[in-house]
Protein backbone atom coordinates (compact mmCIF):
# COMPACT_ATOMS: atom_id res chain seq x y z
CA UNK A 1 0.00 0.00 0.00
CA UNK A 2 2.89 2.27 0.40
CA UNK A 3 4.68 3.70 -2.61
CA UNK A 4 8.97 3.67 -2.36
CA UNK A 5 10.05 6.69 -1.48
CA UNK A 6 11.87 7.63 -4.95
CA UNK A 7 8.29 6.92 -6.66
CA UNK A 8 6.24 10.33 -5.93
CA UNK A 9 4.20 10.42 -9.01
CA UNK A 10 0.37 10.52 -8.48
CA UNK A 11 -1.24 6.91 -9.13
CA UNK A 12 -4.87 8.98 -9.25
CA UNK A 13 -5.57 8.76 -13.13
CA UNK A 14 -5.07 12.24 -13.55
CA UNK A 15 -2.37 14.92 -14.80
CA UNK A 16 -0.26 16.16 -12.82
CA UNK A 17 -1.24 19.64 -11.39
CA UNK A 18 1.60 20.53 -9.16
CA UNK A 19 4.98 19.63 -9.44
CA UNK A 20 7.45 20.05 -6.20
CA UNK A 21 11.41 19.53 -7.68
CA UNK A 22 14.11 19.70 -5.17
CA UNK A 23 11.69 22.08 -2.54
CA UNK A 24 13.79 23.68 0.31
CA UNK A 25 13.25 26.29 2.46
CA UNK A 26 15.47 27.37 5.21
CA UNK A 27 14.83 29.97 7.87
CA UNK A 28 17.22 31.99 9.93
CA UNK A 29 17.00 31.64 13.66
CA UNK A 30 19.52 33.44 15.89
CA UNK A 31 22.16 33.56 13.77
CA UNK A 32 21.68 29.60 12.68
CA UNK A 33 20.48 28.46 9.35
CA UNK A 34 17.25 26.18 9.71
CA UNK A 35 16.27 23.71 7.24
CA UNK A 36 12.19 23.54 7.33
CA UNK A 37 11.53 21.87 4.42
CA UNK A 38 14.15 19.51 3.00
CA UNK A 39 14.68 18.55 -0.97
CA UNK A 40 10.38 17.33 -0.97
CA UNK A 41 10.06 16.38 -4.53
CA UNK A 42 6.22 15.57 -5.56
CA UNK A 43 3.89 15.20 -8.55
CA UNK A 44 -0.11 15.62 -7.48
CA UNK A 45 -2.58 15.03 -9.73
CA UNK A 46 -5.72 17.39 -11.05
CA UNK A 47 -8.54 16.21 -8.57
CA UNK A 48 -6.24 14.26 -6.54
CA UNK A 49 -7.07 14.87 -2.10
CA UNK A 50 -3.43 14.65 -0.66
CA UNK A 51 -3.09 14.81 3.14
CA UNK A 52 0.30 15.52 4.53
CA UNK A 53 1.46 14.24 8.19
CA UNK A 54 4.07 14.28 10.74
CA UNK A 55 5.67 14.83 13.60
CA UNK A 56 5.15 18.62 14.90
CA UNK A 57 7.87 20.17 13.50
CA UNK A 58 8.29 18.56 10.24
CA UNK A 59 7.26 21.60 8.03
CA UNK A 60 4.15 20.38 6.94
CA UNK A 61 2.76 23.79 7.42
CA UNK A 62 5.53 25.78 5.24
CA UNK A 63 5.26 23.35 2.57
CA UNK A 64 1.50 24.55 2.36
CA UNK A 65 2.38 28.29 2.38
CA UNK A 66 4.93 27.85 -0.43
CA UNK A 67 2.40 26.03 -2.12
CA UNK A 68 0.26 28.65 -1.87
CA UNK A 69 2.96 31.38 -2.65
CA UNK A 70 2.82 32.75 0.68
CA UNK A 71 6.58 31.95 0.97
CA UNK A 72 9.13 31.62 -1.42
CA UNK A 73 11.61 28.33 -1.66
CA UNK A 74 15.33 28.67 -0.39
CA UNK A 75 16.20 25.99 -3.49
CA UNK A 76 13.97 23.90 -6.19
CA UNK A 77 11.36 25.10 -7.68
CA UNK A 78 7.44 24.79 -7.47
CA UNK A 79 4.90 24.47 -10.68
CA UNK A 80 1.13 24.49 -10.71
CA UNK A 81 -0.18 23.99 -14.42
CA UNK A 82 3.54 23.59 -15.87
CA UNK A 83 3.89 27.46 -14.47
CA UNK A 84 6.48 28.69 -11.58
CA UNK A 85 4.98 29.68 -8.61
CA UNK A 86 6.41 33.40 -7.83
CA UNK A 87 3.19 33.89 -5.15
CA UNK A 88 -0.15 33.67 -4.14
CA UNK A 89 -3.15 33.52 -7.04
CA UNK A 90 -6.60 33.09 -7.57
CA UNK A 91 -6.07 29.46 -8.58
CA UNK A 92 -5.31 28.67 -5.18
CA UNK A 93 -7.23 29.16 -1.80
CA UNK A 94 -6.12 28.51 1.47
CA UNK A 95 -7.86 27.91 4.41
CA UNK A 96 -5.97 28.27 7.59
CA UNK A 97 -6.51 26.69 11.24
CA UNK A 98 -7.88 30.35 12.07
CA UNK A 99 -11.35 31.55 10.81
CA UNK A 100 -10.85 33.92 8.66
CA UNK A 101 -14.51 35.95 9.34
CA UNK A 102 -14.87 40.08 9.28
CA UNK A 103 -16.61 40.50 12.48
CA UNK A 104 -18.84 43.44 11.53
CA UNK A 105 -20.19 41.61 8.31
CA UNK A 106 -22.65 38.71 8.26
CA UNK A 107 -22.65 35.59 6.81
CA UNK A 108 -23.73 36.50 3.55
CA UNK A 109 -21.25 39.63 3.27
CA UNK A 110 -18.37 37.57 4.61
CA UNK A 111 -18.75 35.03 1.32
CA UNK A 112 -19.06 37.89 -0.84
CA UNK A 113 -16.06 39.26 0.48
CA UNK A 114 -14.13 36.60 -1.95
CA UNK A 115 -15.83 37.93 -5.37
CA UNK A 116 -15.08 41.72 -3.87
CA UNK A 117 -11.54 40.87 -3.75
CA UNK A 118 -11.71 39.05 -7.40
CA UNK A 119 -13.26 42.48 -8.61
CA UNK A 120 -16.32 42.03 -9.38
CA UNK A 121 -19.24 45.14 -8.65
CA UNK A 122 -22.24 43.16 -9.60
CA UNK A 123 -24.47 42.90 -6.50
CA UNK A 124 -27.24 40.50 -7.75
CA UNK A 125 -24.35 38.29 -9.34
CA UNK A 126 -22.35 38.63 -6.13
CA UNK A 127 -25.10 37.54 -3.98
CA UNK A 128 -26.13 34.89 -6.31
CA UNK A 129 -23.12 32.83 -6.28
CA UNK A 130 -22.32 33.41 -2.58
CA UNK A 131 -25.69 31.82 -1.49
CA UNK A 132 -24.84 29.16 -3.88
CA UNK A 133 -21.97 28.33 -2.03
CA UNK A 134 -23.34 28.74 1.12
CA UNK A 135 -25.97 26.41 0.70
CA UNK A 136 -23.12 24.00 -0.03
CA UNK A 137 -21.75 24.18 2.80
CA UNK A 138 -25.27 23.49 4.60
CA UNK A 139 -24.85 27.26 5.87
CA UNK A 140 -28.19 28.78 4.23
CA UNK A 141 -30.42 28.93 7.52
CA UNK A 142 -27.42 31.41 9.60
CA UNK A 143 -27.01 33.81 6.14
CA UNK A 144 -27.82 36.93 8.46
CA UNK A 145 -25.84 36.00 11.59
CA UNK A 146 -22.55 37.12 12.32
CA UNK A 147 -19.55 35.86 13.47
CA UNK A 148 -19.98 36.35 16.94
CA UNK A 149 -23.13 34.14 16.89
CA UNK A 150 -21.75 30.99 15.09
CA UNK A 151 -20.22 27.59 16.77
CA UNK A 152 -17.02 26.71 15.64
CA UNK A 153 -18.04 24.43 12.92
CA UNK A 154 -20.48 27.36 11.38
CA UNK A 155 -17.26 29.69 11.57
CA UNK A 156 -15.55 26.75 9.30
CA UNK A 157 -18.13 26.32 6.84
CA UNK A 158 -18.72 29.84 6.57
CA UNK A 159 -14.85 30.37 5.93
CA UNK A 160 -15.28 27.42 3.29
CA UNK A 161 -17.77 28.90 1.46
CA UNK A 162 -15.52 32.35 1.05
CA UNK A 163 -12.72 30.28 -0.57
CA UNK A 164 -14.89 28.16 -2.62
CA UNK A 165 -16.70 31.05 -4.25
CA UNK A 166 -13.55 32.29 -5.57
CA UNK A 167 -13.82 28.96 -7.42
CA UNK A 168 -9.99 27.62 -6.95
CA UNK A 169 -8.27 24.91 -8.72
CA UNK A 170 -6.58 24.04 -5.49
CA UNK A 171 -7.43 23.91 -1.82
CA UNK A 172 -4.71 24.23 0.62
CA UNK A 173 -6.10 23.20 4.13
CA UNK A 174 -3.63 23.38 7.04
CA UNK A 175 -5.51 21.76 10.30
CA UNK A 176 -9.30 23.21 9.47
CA UNK A 177 -10.89 20.78 11.78
CA UNK A 178 -8.46 20.82 14.55
CA UNK A 179 -10.27 22.66 16.84
CA UNK A 180 -13.68 20.89 16.20
CA UNK A 181 -15.97 18.64 18.55
CA UNK A 182 -15.89 14.77 17.00
CA UNK A 183 -19.24 14.93 16.13
CA UNK A 184 -18.58 18.08 13.79
CA UNK A 185 -15.46 17.21 12.08
CA UNK A 186 -17.69 13.84 11.14
CA UNK A 187 -20.03 15.55 9.73
CA UNK A 188 -17.61 18.14 8.00
CA UNK A 189 -15.35 14.64 6.57
CA UNK A 190 -18.73 13.90 4.61
CA UNK A 191 -19.47 17.69 3.50
CA UNK A 192 -15.74 18.68 2.24
CA UNK A 193 -15.88 14.82 0.84
CA UNK A 194 -18.86 15.53 -1.16
CA UNK A 195 -17.87 19.26 -2.33
CA UNK A 196 -14.19 17.73 -3.19
CA UNK A 197 -16.22 15.56 -5.51
CA UNK A 198 -18.58 18.57 -6.72
CA UNK A 199 -16.34 20.58 -7.69
CA UNK A 200 -13.40 18.55 -8.33
CA UNK A 201 -10.76 21.06 -6.82
CA UNK A 202 -7.26 19.57 -5.96
CA UNK A 203 -6.99 19.09 -2.00
CA UNK A 204 -3.61 19.28 -0.08
CA UNK A 205 -4.59 18.65 3.04
CA UNK A 206 -2.23 18.86 6.44
CA UNK A 207 -3.52 17.18 9.62
CA UNK A 208 -1.96 15.65 12.60
CA UNK A 209 -5.32 13.13 13.08
CA UNK A 210 -4.30 9.62 11.01
CA UNK A 211 -8.00 8.75 11.60
CA UNK A 212 -8.88 11.88 9.79
CA UNK A 213 -5.61 11.31 7.09
CA UNK A 214 -7.09 7.91 6.46
CA UNK A 215 -10.86 8.72 5.95
CA UNK A 216 -10.15 11.82 3.48
CA UNK A 217 -6.74 10.73 1.37
CA UNK A 218 -6.46 9.50 -2.12
CA UNK A 219 -2.97 9.16 -0.84
CA UNK A 220 -0.91 10.34 2.23
CA UNK A 221 2.24 11.91 2.49
CA UNK A 222 4.51 11.24 5.23
CA UNK A 223 7.04 14.14 6.64
CA UNK A 224 9.86 13.52 9.21
CA UNK A 225 11.33 15.83 11.71
CA UNK A 226 14.42 16.38 9.15
CA UNK A 227 11.34 18.49 6.93
CA UNK A 228 11.62 15.58 4.16
CA UNK A 229 9.13 13.60 2.69
CA UNK A 230 10.05 10.04 3.96
CA UNK A 231 7.09 8.06 2.19
CA UNK A 232 4.19 8.24 0.36
CA UNK A 233 1.01 5.72 0.87
CA UNK A 234 -1.79 5.07 -1.53
CA UNK A 235 -5.12 4.83 -0.16
CA UNK A 236 -7.30 2.48 -1.87
CA UNK A 237 -9.86 1.82 0.71
CA UNK A 238 -13.54 2.37 -1.64
CA UNK A 239 -15.53 5.54 -1.16
CA UNK A 240 -17.60 6.65 0.59
CA UNK A 241 -15.77 5.55 3.75
CA UNK A 242 -17.77 7.00 6.28
CA UNK A 243 -21.12 5.98 7.92
CA UNK A 244 -22.50 2.31 7.03
CA UNK A 245 -19.14 1.66 5.20
CA UNK A 246 -16.96 1.98 8.09
CA UNK A 247 -19.27 -1.08 9.65
CA UNK A 248 -18.07 -3.58 7.36
CA UNK A 249 -15.49 -5.63 8.83
CA UNK A 250 -12.89 -5.94 5.54
CA UNK A 251 -13.23 -2.37 5.78
CA UNK A 252 -12.35 -1.90 8.81
CA UNK A 253 -9.30 -3.96 9.28
CA UNK A 254 -7.86 -2.37 5.91
CA UNK A 255 -8.93 1.26 7.59
CA UNK A 256 -6.72 0.20 10.77
CA UNK A 257 -4.10 -1.77 8.85
CA UNK A 258 -3.47 1.71 6.65
CA UNK A 259 -3.30 3.57 9.65
CA UNK A 260 -0.97 1.93 11.55
CA UNK A 261 1.52 1.35 8.78
CA UNK A 262 1.50 5.63 8.64
CA UNK A 263 1.31 5.31 12.05
CA UNK A 264 4.68 3.65 12.52
CA UNK A 265 6.15 5.95 9.81
CA UNK A 266 5.39 9.06 11.20
CA UNK A 267 6.80 7.52 14.60
CA UNK A 268 9.81 6.71 12.94
CA UNK A 269 10.19 10.24 11.34
CA UNK A 270 9.90 11.52 14.56
CA UNK A 271 12.92 8.88 16.23
CA UNK A 272 10.53 7.22 18.36
CA UNK A 273 9.67 3.51 18.65
CA UNK A 274 7.53 1.76 15.73
CA UNK A 275 4.49 -0.88 16.54
CA UNK A 276 4.32 -4.08 15.92
CA UNK A 277 1.08 -5.56 14.61
Not at 103 to 127: M, Q
Not at 171 to 193: R, V, W, Y
Not at 239 to 253: E, I, S
Request: proline share 4%; aromatic share 6%.
Amino acid sequence: MAERLHDQTPRTGGETLISLKGVSKNFRKNSKEITVVNDCNLDIAENEFLVIVGPTGSGKSTLLKLIAGFEAPTSGEIRVGGDIIKRPGADRGMIFQEYALLPWRNVLKNVELGLEFKGSRDEAENRKQAMKYIDMVGLSYAVNKYPVELSGGMKRRASLAMILVTKPKILLMDGPFNALDSKTKMTLHTEITRIWEHEKNTIIFVTSELDEAVKLSDRIAVMNKTGKISRIFQNDLPRPRMGKAALDADFHNRFVKLREEVLNEVKAGAGKAVCEY
